[in-house]
């Protein structure tokens, strides 16, 4: 099932498989702007990544003293039992709450809520976590919006180029070939704003950066300027990713890692993990800008 809003300037979908935003266009220019997920290539738009961001090691953890597993970026992506809350014309909200399927991998009772709200030419994504269990739940939380790139077909990818807000000086975490964070790698941008794209980039897995003093990240052409803005204030991380030669780009707010290849593998002690005192509630949002 695919649920759809629109505005007087963008028209959306959702799938409510995953709760993935499949679809964002512009009602003056027609480009789709979301990776239509060709399955040769790379089968998904955007995750949603809850409870945990990217992968475990051996795909376990331990909360006191009890082993369990989860899959890569937690058990949002691809789950069929979210329900429909509220639906209008520029407001939709999908919930998943925590079931005998979710518990056997998961611990703890919670409502996780994800709302799509269309505000003129922005998209808001906001993410509500309640925990309803007696115990502190922990937690991590991100997006994975996948962009196309190049947007236009007469264009190439090494056209476009990232323009975070603030000049930053960045360094990448190296991953291993199983997708856990081994040390600080290279010097991906040196007192600089851009981050230019070519089809390389992401021979080694993501670029992944842990604190940066950037909140907005354009996606940007080099003659037709920003053609979107990723706004993440309530995300201190980000991970830049795309499977190698092809043609998007994602660019991922994260609150919470992968895990390090030295991990205890103890949930309470992950790095970037959050934690929720029983009865409360948790919110983060970001949001994707058409600018051209």
């Known amino acids: 099932m695919r649920y759809y809003l629109e505005n007087e300037h963008l028209h959306i979908g959702v799938n409510g498989i995953g709760a993935e935003l499949c679809h964002l266009q512009s009602k003056k220019n027609k480009i789709e702007y979301i990776w239509q997920a060709n399955p040769d290539i790379w089968e998904s738009h955007a995750p949603v990544l809850f409870p945990i961001v990217g992968g475990l090691k051996e795909n376990k953890y331990i909360f006191e003293n009890n082993e369990y597993s989860l899959p890569r970026h937690g058990f949002i992506r691809r789950n069929k039992q979210l329900k429909l809350i509220d639906y209008s014309k ?37 993410h509500e976590v309640v925990n309803k269990d ?21 264009e190439k990818y090494n056209d476009y180029f990232l323009e975070f807000k603030d000049t930053e000086t960045l360094k990448t975490w190296d991953l291993d070939k199983n997708g856990m964070i081994k040390e600080e790698g290279d010097i991906i941008m040196n007192q600089t704003n851009q981050l230019k794209l070519h089809p390389d980039l992401f021979n080694n897995d993501a670029l992944i950066f842990k604190s940066l003093k950037s909140r907005q990240v354009s996606l940007s052409h080099k003659e037709r300027g920003s053609q979107l803005i990723v706004k993440f204030n309530d995300f201190p991380s ?14 991922e707010p994260w609150l919470g890692y992968a895990d390090a290849t030295n991990t205890n593998q103890n949930l309470k002690e992950k790095e970037g993990i959050l934690n929720l005192e029983p009865g409360k509630s948790f919110s983060a949002s970001y949001s994707i800008e058409i600018t051209e």
């Open 134 to 154: 007696h115990k502190t739940m922990y937690f991590s939380l991100g997006g994975h919006p996948a962009f196309n790139c190049p947007l236009l077909k007469n």
């Open 238 to 251: 980000l991970g830049i990713w795309a499977k190698p030669q092809a043609p998007f780009v994602c660019i």
């Open 90 to 126: 520029t407001e939709i909200t999908l919930q998943l709450s925590s079931n005998p399927s979710t518990l056997t991998n998961y611990p703890f009772e919670f409502d996780f809520k994800i709302k799509f709200s269309l505000l003129k030419n922005k998209l808001e994504i906001i």
